[in-house]
């Protein structure tokens, strides 16, 4: 094993030993759930990025999937007591279903069909579930949205009284979709998205389904988000259309993967996690000074990095972390954060 | 099995009017280079489209290898064994010489290494070994034509389609290129190519097909071709003097 394997080796086991140690040193539960929230923010950017950022396409509607995600899960679990582990896979699996109903037309086409049609249905379904009281054998609740039934302490159903272990769970999720990020964007689809995002004819020329990849793509991101908003209805305890399927929950998956760096393994962790936790301190600071105040901080922060940073936060710590292995930023050594 | 790899047969298409490509008929032998020349907006590139899947034909039928491939869609028609290259090339630009290679040496595998080897072998090929780690967007035109012919290579296309490769070079460059193709033709690839640069093309190909305004004016060895008042008239005009003198 070469230093260079070493040094990595050991920074990944430096941040997991940080990580999984945070709850000996923060005990007060509130700030314990800001860092939950901040982790789950990374997972959710991270999953919309396997497809958004690696394919290069705008989804402003993944709203829908946590919302899909969430409201199959905590049905099953409210009207047939169907333990939210077990439900978490029909939640992930009616959004991949979504998913594929609305990429197979637009697909197709060439230019912003997607992301319109991802605006429209984004919309649409949230408008849909605040109208909807009963679908069927379940209560949806409409939009005074749906209160997750509670059960004490009860792991088997994903509920628990302390909040560590809510903790850990957003700690193993953000894991798992960082882990996958890497495998696919070093799998053959991965080259292939990387390479339709690029140019979708130069890509069909090589022999590429550009279609199904990003189907493919889509359906994985899909699932991760619906797992995503399903952890998110367990943690609060309740379900409002407005906050799991509303524009807030779609568009800061963008800013902050954006923010971070999309298309890259490691920018939306970063982004999700630094800008959450900007967000969550100027609302501290700033929300009792005036209505929305601390809402428009937040998007002239945004703006900045974008503006001055378009690659995200991830291109600055790329750098350094390039120092720190002793590459050089070009060349050499082809294994990288991105 | 007919004779030839590709076979094309009264191929047309009608962008609103103007019929870019007009019944053309012509056929490319299994291990030959033929080229395709003739004046700008002749319908060469347009041609390659209808060929490639990019364009259905309004009209005509485009037969590979004894099937019949008319109007499959691009990747499809890759997939049977035609490689193309682009006349504006689309280099991936944030990726290296050697992971756009690889998106093509992906065709055949799925496996990471195995398509690494495939690309890296096809880079020694085309002569873009000391560019492997380089970003497709910080090479030279030189360069960047060389990977296009890399790219479509890597799928182990059994009909290479050369859509101005040696067009923007210098004189040293087109001399490796020219190099370059006929190694990749003595290796069993047939080639059709497109070019302006007319000693090459005769230097590499056997035969060659004329289009004017679409239609096909004539078609022979480079001297028959060169000879043909047709083509004189049409194409090369006051050029030939230059050209044959
Ligand atoms: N997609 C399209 N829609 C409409 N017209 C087109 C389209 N593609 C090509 N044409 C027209 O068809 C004609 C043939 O174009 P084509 O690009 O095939 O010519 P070419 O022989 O490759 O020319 P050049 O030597 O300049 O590359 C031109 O008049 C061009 O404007
Ligand atoms: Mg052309």
């Known amino acids: 094993m070469d230093i260079v394997q070493k040094k990595k080796i050991g920074l990944i086991v430096i941040i997991l030993a940080i990580a999984l140690s945070i709850p000996l040193f923060v005990t007060k539960p509130y700030y314990i759930h800001v860092i939950t929230m901040c982790l789950l923010w990374a997972y959710l950017a991270s999953s919309w990025n396997l497809f958004c950022g690696f394919a290069g396409q705008l989804s402003l509607g993944h709203g829908i999937f946590t919302a899909v995600g969430a409201y199959v899960t905590i ?54 579930i605040e109208n909807t009281m009963t679908l069927g054998p379940f209560h949806v609740g409409g939009a005074e949205g749906l209160i997750v039934r509670l059960m004490g302490n009860a792991p088997a159903y994903l509920q628990f009284m302390s909040k560590v272990p809510y903790y850990y769970l957003a700690l193993a999720m953000l894991v798992i979709v960082v ?28 022999g590429i389904n550009v279609r199904n990849a990003k189907l493919v793509a889509a359906a994985y991101s899909a699932f991760f988000t619906a797992i995503g908003g ?38 939306p962790v970063v982004g999700g996690i630094t800008l959450h936790a900007i967000s969550e301190v100027i609302q501290f600071y700033f929300s009792d000074m005036a209505q929305g105040l601390h809402l428009f901080i937040y998007g002239l922060i945004v703006v900045f990095v974008i503006m001055f940073k378009p690659q995200g936060i991830i291109d600055i710590l790329q750098k350094y972390y390039n120092r720190f292995l002793g590459i050089s930023d070009r060349g050499e050594d082809e294994s990288s954060v991105s | 099995m007919s004779a030839s790899i590709l076979e094309v047969k009264q191929l047309t298409i009608n962008f609103g009017g103007l019929i870019a490509v ?64 682009f ?44 560019k492997v780690n380089a970003l497709a967007k910080s090479l030279t035109l030189a360069d960047r034509k060389r990977l296009e012919v890399a790219k479509a290579l890597a799928t182990d296309p059994k009909l290479l389609l050369l859509d101005e490769v040696l067009a923007g070079l210098n004189p ?14 003595k290796s069993g690839i047939s080639i059709l190519m497109i070019e302006h640069v007319l000693q090459a093309t005769m230097a590499i190909c056997n035969h060659i097909v004329v289009l004017d305004y679409g239609k096909k004016i004539a078609e022979g060895t480079p001297q028959e071709v060169t000879n043909n008042p047709e083509v004189i008239k049409a194409y090369l005009g006051d050029e030939y003097e230059a050209v044959i003198n």
């Open chain 2, 22 to 85: 007009n019944n053309l008929d012509m056929q490319v032998g299994y291990g030959e280079a033929v080229g395709l020349i003739g004046p700008n907006g002749a319908g060469k590139t347009s041609a390659f489209n209808l060929i490639s899947g990019v364009y259905k034909p309004t009209h005509g039928q485009v037969i590979f290898n004894g099937e019949d491939i008319t109007g499959l869609p691009p990747h499809v028609i890759n997939r049977k064994g035609i490689g193309r290259t």
């Open chain 1, 230 to 267: 399903v952890f998110y209805a367990m943690l609060i305890r309740y379900l409002e259309p407005m906050a799991i399927a509303g524009p807030m929950m779609s568009n800061e998956m963008v800013f902050l993967a954006v923010v971070g760096g999309s298309g890259t393994v490691f920018g």
């Open chain 2, 172 to 185: 040293t460059e087109v001399e490796e290129a020219v190099d370059m193709i006929k190694d990749i033709n």
């Open chain 1, 75 to 128: 049905m099953l679990f409210n009207d047939f007591n169907i333990s939210p582990w077990i439900g978490m896979f029909a939640g992930g699996a009616a959004a991949v279903l979504l998913s594929t109903l609305i990429g197979y037309p637009t697909f197709k086409l060439r230019g912003a069909y997607y992301a319109l049609a991802t605006v429209a249905i984004g919309s649409g379904v949230m408008v849909l």
């Open chain 1, 179 to 206: 882990v996958f990020s890497y495998w696919l964007k070093n799998s053959r689809l991965g080259f292939y998205l990387s390479a339709l995002k690029e140019d979708e004819d130069a890509a069909a020329a090589l």
């Open chain 2, 87 to 130: 006349q504006i090339v689309k280099p991936f630009g944030s990726m290296t010489v050697l992971e756009n290679v690889m998106v093509g040496g992906f065709a055949h595998t799925s496996n990471r290494n195995k398509s690494k080897a495939i690309a890296m072998e096809v880079i020694e090929r085309v002569g873009l070994q000391r």
